[in-house]
């Protein structure tokens, strides 16, 4: 059974920006965004030298971190410089207007 927890309201993503949210369980705040239609969420802290993804630039489909300006696709999770990096993405699920995660 997964470990699902509660990030935000479906209103509170919005397409073309960025957010961070404080979810139960995780050091980090998550980022979410809207894709292509749909609500990603990814971690919140960059996989090369923990640096908070939060201050970082959406691009695109990229959010290009603060730290040393690395590009994770977050559709994917791969990172445009170092192929060995991933960012972590977690699964959504929309209940009632509410977004929700999948931490495990
Ligand atoms: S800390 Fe994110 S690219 Fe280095």
Do not use: N
């Not at 919005?14 to 980022?31: D, H, I, K």
């Not at 292509?36 to 923990?50: L, Q």
């Not at 300006?69 to 972590?88: A, I, M, P, V």
């Amino acid at each position: 059974m997964a470990l699902r927890r509660y990030v935000c309201d479906v209103a509170d993503v919005v397409a073309g920006e960025l957010r961070s949210f404080t979810v139960e369980g995780v050091t980090w705040p998550v980022l979410a965004t809207v894709l292509d239609g749909a609500i990603v969420v990814s971690a919140g802290v960059c996989p090369h030298e923990d640096v908070s993804l939060a201050g970082g630039m959406l691009m695109g489909a990229s959010v290009i971190c603060p730290g040393h300006g690395y590009r994770f696709d977050l559709r994917t999770g791969r990172c445009g410089h170092r192929k060995q990096l991933e960012l972590r993405r977690y699964p959504v699920t929309i209940v009632d207007g509410q977004v929700w995660v999948d931490l495990l």
